[in-house]
C-alpha cells in the first residue's frame, strides 16, 4: 500500500520540482498603439527645413520607458522618407537637442513650459499626451475616446514649427485645431 501511495504521488512531486516559467508580462497597448501613431504620423508630414531632410530622422523620448521599448522593437530599421530611424532616450531635461519628433510622456509635463519655449523655432514635432496640450504648444496629442487611443492635432502650431501636415494625417484626427 506505501509502495502504490509513492507510485501515485511521484508525478506530482516531479512536476513541482519543476521550476514554473514566469508569466510574460502584459504587454503595454498603449505604449504599441503610441509607437504605431508614431511612425505613421511622420510618414504623412514634411518638414520644410532641408536640414531636416538628410541625416537620420531622429525620434526622441522624454519619460515614456515602453514607448521607447516599443519602437527600437519595431521601428528602428525602418525609414522615413530614404532617411534611416534613429530612436534617442533623452534625459529629463528641458535641455533638448534637435530632433524630428520630441515626445514629452505624462510624467515629465513639469518640463513641456521650459521645452515649448525653447522649441518655439526649432523644426521639432512635438508630441503629448496631456489634457490642454494643444493649446500649450504641442503639435500632436494622444488622447482616450470611450477607451480607444486617438490623436489630436494644431495646424497652427505645425505651422509655427515648419511642418506640413498631409491631408490623410488631418482626415484621421480626433480633432483639428485650425
Not at 91 to 118: Q, T
Request: hydrophobic residues 40%.
Amino acid at each position: 500500500m506505501r509502495s502504490l501511495r509513492i507510485l501515485l504521488l511521484t508525478p506530482f512531486l516531479l512536476f513541482a520540482a519543476v521550476p514554473q516559467q514566469p508569466r510574460e508580462a502584459e504587454k503595454d497597448t498603449t505604449a504599441i498603439l503610441q509607437a504605431n501613431y508614431l511612425y505613421n504620423i511622420a510618414k504623412l508630414v514634411e518638414w520644410k527645413d532641408q536640414g531636416m531632410r538628410t541625416g537620420n530622422f531622429v525620434i526622441g523620448i522624454i519619460g515614456g520607458e515602453n514607448l521607447y521599448q516599443e519602437l527600437i522593437k519595431q521601428y528602428s530599421t525602418r525609414t522615413i522618407g530614404k532617411q534611416p530611424i534613429e530612436i534617442r532616450k533623452l534625459p529629463r531635461s528641458a535641455d533638448v537637442e534637435r530632433c524630428h519628433i520630441l515626445f514629452v510622456g505624462r510624467g515629465d509635463l513639469a518640463l513641456l513650459p521650459e521645452i515649448y519655449k525653447r522649441m518655439k523655432s526649432q523644426p521639432t514635432m512635438v508630441i503629448t499626451e496631456y489634457a490642454g496640450a494643444l493649446e500649450d504648444g504641442a503639435v500632436i496629442n494622444f488622447v482616450k475616446v470611450d477607451n480607444l487611443l486617438k490623436y489630436e492635432m494644431s495646424m497652427g502650431n505645425a505651422q509655427k514649427h515648419g511642418l506640413v501636415m498631409g491631408l490623410t494625417l488631418k482626415n484621421l484626427a480626433y480633432r483639428v485645431e485650425e
